[in-house]
């Protein structure tokens, strides 16, 4: 074999056990009791502290290449996934220049990560109006899906679908067999609310009201019931729509759903005004939203927890002023969400292998990536090495992603990611040596 690493500690299918795991061609091949006779050219003994993880998957990544990117990059974002554990991301459609609504603008995103991404990257597609028939040829380029927005994106060059263009693009994406992720909040909903200006995070709080949440992914499951389509729902943050989302699901309307490290671990109550690191849309919200997020995961109403990085420069954050209304909203957090899960988790009586199953195992179900996020014999030889009980304070001259901003700055944290491998060999931070992913057959 190319590589065995021996763990007394081993997050499987079976939970945690110990065992020796064994690697050829950047696959596993063997997974043995921990004293199994395996030889290797390489071998590898975690200790008794450390926990070996599958590489995480993290579906929902903002790179913003090429076109944005000093708002970050493939390089910078992909080095930020790997020190944190992740080992596979998604890229999203928008923020990069062209946005990914045709096969040449996915050509030309390629061609910017190439021989750039320490992880392996995949890419969604976009669907806005006027180009619902670039669908089909997209998803046979490869992308795994396709994001659409109900209001303003925050960017002009993606515009939101309005209900018919909503209905017209599932039609299609249950014709060809794809999906369609939601960035559900209703515009008339936020159009109605007060707008924000100034510092006062409460204020803000009012301009996103968890209403327009809740009527745009009832409006979503409604689209879906109709025309069968394969749905998901980006970041939930509103806690209300749990009840509907499960009965839609009872009733065998396909839909998943996500939501996202900042939601599980800050409530609203706690953050100061003029913090417009804390602005991203949808909103964190209160303390008892953030417990029913928690019990939405632990009654599997909820299947994956990603990132959403979503990162800009220092400028736009408004730290001058302080302006939750000219802020631009998103949290930088892909290195830090598997930590951040973590600490929230095993203080509410969940194991890594929840985590794992939230952060690894359902994301990679989600973009059909059965060889990723798990540790099977047959699976990517991916690993993160993870020591649940060593602490650190987060500092965001320490992170890898671009732009020095991050939520979590100061705020303590459990759990170190201490290696990261990915099919087999281990991610230095030097080389780049990730794969372009398409959608598998």
Request: aromatic share 6%; hydrophobic share 40%; net charge negative.
């Amino acid at each position: 074999m190319d590589l065995v690493l021996r763990a007394p500690r081993v997050i499987t299918a079976d939970g945690e056990v110990a065992r020796a795991v064994g690697v050829t061609g950047g696959r596993i091949t063997a997974i043995e009791p921990l004293d199994a006779e395996l030889s290797a050219d390489r071998v590898v003994e975690l200790s008794g502290d450390e926990v070996l993880l599958p590489g995480l998957v993290d579906s929902h990544v903002h790179v913003n290449d090429p076109g944005r990117s000093e708002w970050e990059g493939f390089e910078t974002a992909t080095a930020a996934a790997a020190a944190g554990g992740v080992t596979t991301i998604v890229d999203m459609p928008l923020n990069s220049l062209p946005p990914t609504v045709d096969p040449d603008a996915l050509a030309i995103k390629r061609k910017s990560a190439e021989g750039r991404v320490h992880v392996d990257v995949g890419f969604w597609g976009g669907a806005i109006p006027g180009k619902l028939d670039q669908l089909p040829a997209l998803h046979e380029a490869g992308v795994f899906g396709f994001k659409c927005f109900l209001l303003h994106s925050g960017v002009d060059e993606f515009p939101p679908l309005d209900p018919a263009g909503l209905a017209e693009g599932l039609r299609t994406v249950n014709e060809i067999d794809a999906m369609m992720i939601v960035h559900a909040e209703d515009s008339d909903e936020i159009d109605r609310a007060p707008e924000v200006t100034g510092g006062l995070y409460a204020d803000f709080l009012r301009s996103r009201p968890r209403g327009a949440e809740d009527l745009a992914i009832a409006h979503v499951l409604d689209q879906a019931r109709r025309t069968g389509a394969r749905v998901h729902i980006l970041h939930l943050s509103s806690s209300d729509a749990l009840p509907m989302l499960a009965e839609a699901r009872r009733d065998g309307v396909r839909v998943t759903v996500e939501t996202c490290p900042h939601y599980l671990s800050f409530i609203a109550e706690e953050i100061v005004d003029g913090a417009t690191q804390f602005k991203c849309c949808p909103p964190i919200r209160e303390a008892a939203n953030r417990e029913l997020l928690w019990k939405g995961l632990a009654d599997g109403v909820i299947d994956c927890v990603v990132s959403d990085h979503s990162p800009c420069t220092a400028e736009l954050k408004r730290f001058d002023s302080g302006d939750f209304g000219e802020a631009w909203g998103g949290i930088s957090s892909l290195q830090l969400g598997l930590p951040a899960v973590w600490t929230q988790a095993r203080t509410r009586g969940h194991s890594l292998a929840d985590v794992v199953r939230w952060m690894a195992l359902r994301p990679a179900e989600l973009t059909g990536l059965r060889q990723k996020g798990r540790i099977e014999v047959g699976a990517d030889a991916d690993f993160c090495v993870f020591a649940p009980d060593e602490a650190f304070v987060v500092d965001v001259a320490k992170l890898r992603h671009r732009n020095p901003v991050s939520a979590y700055h100061g705020r303590p944290l459990a759990g170190v990611v201490r290696g990261t491998w990915l099919r087999g060999r281990e991610i230095t931070g030097e080389q780049p040596f990730g794969e372009l992913l398409t959608r598998p057959s």
